[in-house]
């Protein structure tokens, strides 16, 4: 069994900075892609960023050049790093995981941008 946990949300003053995290856990051979994605109260859930098992990354325009994502193949663990933080930036931040062409998701963080 596999299980993704994010961590690192909370609340969040408009131009200030988190870092997500996403722990990947159980049986689970390589993992290719890691991605986030993320929720708004009443939106379909939308891509925010990805990145390859050797590093290559991409970002939705939304976030580009305000977003890293990064990851540590050795732990299994990836990471966002959300800098210039928007209100519009407010949602349920959700890790996914693919592996042996199966996606894993975890159940979210809540990411709260005070204006």
Wanted: positive net charge.
């Amino acid at each position: 069994q596999v299980q993704v946990v994010e961590s690192g949300g909370g609340l969040v003053q408009a131009g200030g900075s988190l870092r997500l995290s996403c722990a990947v856990s159980g049986s689970i051979f390589r993992i290719n892609y890691m991605g986030w994605y993320r929720q708004a109260p009443g939106k379909q859930r939308e891509w925010v960023a990805t990145i390859t098992r050797g590093g290559n990354t991409n970002y939705a325009d939304s976030v580009k050049g305000r977003f890293t994502i990064s990851r540590d193949n050795a732990k299994n663990t990836g990471y966002l790093q959300m800098n210039s933080l928007k209100p519009e930036d407010t949602a349920v931040y959700y890790c996914n995981a693919n592996s042996n062409r199966r996606d894993y998701w975890g159940q979210g963080t809540q990411v709260t941008v005070s204006s």
